[in-house]
């Protein structure tokens, strides 16, 4: 089996060409590729299948010709990864499956249809308007902290910490805890302070993530999209352009009366084939 591996900020992800759709992939396959010692290591999984060959996208196959199967490093689903996409429009583009040269280039996610724009390194996808919701908490290593539930597709907590707490203190190693009754089906959990301005933005923030599915992670697309939305908000705006910084770099969000852009490098490092005994996690 043919593997592309590829990152965007640090998140990174094992691309698997599928396009018909033959590939018969299980959770316990996806956590055995991801594995960071005993496979190839990564936070996830982007298969790439036509719409029209995966049950979950035909219906989407008339707006986007691919779709992207994404899966957590866990071997759990996820409605959408925003640097997967961005990543996955890479690859497309790469592999000669796609070719934007027409403006943007369309792709089919469990969250419905995203649209992608490139710019030389940068890769830009539009999803939907963060939708803020309730006020919720996490906890870590005794301290409580109050964020605020976003939906950018996929479920999203943000915590802004309180004067005086330092992102780098945080200890990640362990997931929040959260409240299961506000997400049933778990939830990406990002913690956040602001950065000194910088210009031709509305705002800057700094932001650690642990990612449902996949522990921290270098970068979450979705999640730099919750968090400038939440600064937005926070600094009595509804629309706006954020830099957001994560520890793999940084990552631009334009938030506007509609939608969502996501911006930054999408890269290919390696392209191989897995070897069948990489495909199983050993007893
Ligand atoms: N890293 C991603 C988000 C991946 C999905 C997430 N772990 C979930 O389960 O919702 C991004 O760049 O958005």
């Not at 089996?1 to 990152?7: D, R």
């Not at 964020?147 to 929040?176: F, Q, S």
């Not at 968090?227 to 908000?233: E, K, T």
Request: glycine share 14%.
């Amino acid at each position: 089996m043919e593997f592309t591996k590829g990152h965007g900020t640090g998140n990174d992800f094992v691309i698997l060409p599928d396009p018909d759709g033959r590939l018969e992939l299980t959770p316990g396959m996806v956590a055995a590729l991801c594995d960071r010692r005993r496979g190839l290591g990564a936070d996830g999984v982007l298969r790439v299948v036509r719409s029209a060959a995966h049950p979950e996208a035909a219906g989407q196959a008339g707006d986007a010709e691919w779709f992207m199967d994404y899966w957590n490093a866990d071997g759990s689903y996820a409605e959408m990864c925003g640097n997967g996409a961005r990543v996955f429009v890479r690859f497309l583009i790469a592999a000669g499956l796609a070719d934007p040269a027409d403006g943007t280039l369309p792709v089919a996610t469990r969250a419905g249809v995203v649209r992608a724009r490139v710019s030389g390194d940068s890769i830009a996808v539009e999803m939907r308007r963060p939708r803020l919701s309730d006020p919720s908490t996490a906890s870590l290593g005794g301290l409580t902290l109050p964020g605020t539930a976003v939906d950018v597709g996929n479920p999203h907590l943000v915590c802004t910490l309180p004067t005086g707490l330092d992102l780098a203190g945080l200890d990640l190693t362990r997931a929040p805890e959260v409240d299961p009754a506000a997400f049933p089906g778990g939830v990406n959990v990002e913690f956040t302070t602001l950065g000194d301005q910088v210009e031709g933005t509305d705002g800057h923030v700094l932001m650690r993530v642990y990612e449902r599915g996949s522990a921290e992670t270098l970068s979450c697309g979705t999640g730099a999209c919750a968090v400038a939305a939440v600064a937005l908000r926070d600094a009595g705006r509804d629309t706006g352009v954020v830099a957001v910084d994560v520890p793999g770099g940084r990552l631009s969000v334009t938030v506007t009366a509609d939608s969502c852009w996501l911006a930054g490098p999408a890269v290919l490092v390696a392209t191989g084939e897995i070897a069948p005994t990489a495909l199983t996690m050993p007893a």
